[in-house]
């Protein structure tokens, strides 16, 4: 996971200019940008004819991000989860998007949004709980264990988001990041000792 001195520095470039090196992803982060910063408000408030295509740009932006990183562990879903927060955390790190995320955002107005923008958040979030549940799948664990995980990770992901948008510190977040894993890396090993009891 990224560590206090790097969030701290990605943060700080936020007044400045950038003049490290650019990761493999920044073309998809400014594109990401680039989309949020023109529509960010109108998409997360359900406002606008083209709502709905922002929050599926917006998702494929992150979602490729999220699916390499939960891909790039197989066998390892404690280290696939601790990628898969990574993601969030470099995006709220990065000086060049916009603070927050636009599935929570959107999420948290569901009462006020359009009826095709509720179901396309909901949509959008249970493809992160499809693509988490097929990273802890190599698991011992049991159907309802996996999906109870998914949720919660995704949940978890979620709540970074919204707890920068709040003022969080980089410690902070880290911190929730780091005991969610410790959470799915308990529950998968309990789960491991439970199926070699029983045979």
Same mark, same amino acid.
């Given at each position: 996971?990224?560590?206090?001195?790097?969030?701290?520095?990605?943060?700080?470039?936020?007044?400045?200019?950038?003049? *490290?090196?650019?990761?493999?992803?920044? !073309?998809?982060?400014?594109?990401?940008?680039?989309?949020?910063?023109? &529509?960010?408000?109108?998409?997360?408030?359900?406002?606008?004819?083209?709502?709905?295509?922002? =929050?599926?740009?917006?998702?494929?932006? @992150? *979602?490729?991000? @999220?699916?390499?990183?939960?891909?790039?562990? !197989?066998?390892? !879903?404690? +280290?696939?989860? &601790?990628?898969?927060?990574?993601?969030?955390?470099? #995006?709220?790190?990065?000086?060049?998007? !916009?603070?927050?995320? =636009?599935?929570?955002?959107?999420?948290?107005?569901?009462?006020? =949004?359009? &009826?095709?923008?509720?179901?396309?958040?909901?949509?959008?979030?249970?493809?992160?709980?499809? #693509?988490?549940?097929?990273? =802890?799948?190599?698991?011992?664990?049991?159907? #309802?264990?996996?999906?109870?995980?998914?949720?919660?990770?995704?949940?978890?992901?979620?709540?970074?988001?919204?707890?920068? #948008?709040?003022?969080?510190?980089?410690? &902070?977040?880290?911190?929730?990041?780091?005991?969610?894993?410790?959470?799915?890396?308990?529950?998968?090993? +309990?789960?491991?000792?439970?199926?070699?009891?029983?045979?």
């Amino acid at each position: 996971m990224l560590g206090s001195g790097e969030l701290t520095q990605r943060r700080g470039r936020r007044g400045g200019k950038d003049t *490290g090196a650019q990761t493999a992803q920044e !073309p998809c982060r400014k594109q990401g940008s680039d989309i949020v910063g023109q &529509e960010e408000q109108h998409c997360a408030r359900g406002r606008g004819e083209h709502g709905g295509q922002c =929050l599926d740009r917006y998702a494929s932006i @992150y *979602g490729a991000q @999220y699916e390499e990183a939960l891909a790039a562990h !197989p066998g390892d !879903p404690v +280290r696939a989860v &601790e990628a898969f927060f990574d993601v969030i955390l470099g #995006r709220i790190a990065d000086p060049s998007v !916009p603070v927050g995320c =636009l599935i929570a955002q959107s999420a948290a107005q569901s009462p006020t =949004l359009k &009826e095709e923008n509720s179901t396309q958040v909901r949509g959008l979030l249970d493809t992160q709980r499809q #693509r988490v549940h097929a990273a =802890l799948a190599d698991s011992s664990a049991d159907t #309802r264990t996996l999906d109870e995980l998914a949720t919660f990770v995704v949940a978890v992901n979620q709540s970074l988001a919204v707890l920068s #948008r709040a003022g969080a510190s980089d410690a &902070e977040l880290r911190s929730v990041a780091r005991l969610a894993c410790t959470t799915v890396a308990d529950t998968l090993a +309990r789960a491991a000792s439970e199926h070699v009891a029983q045979g």
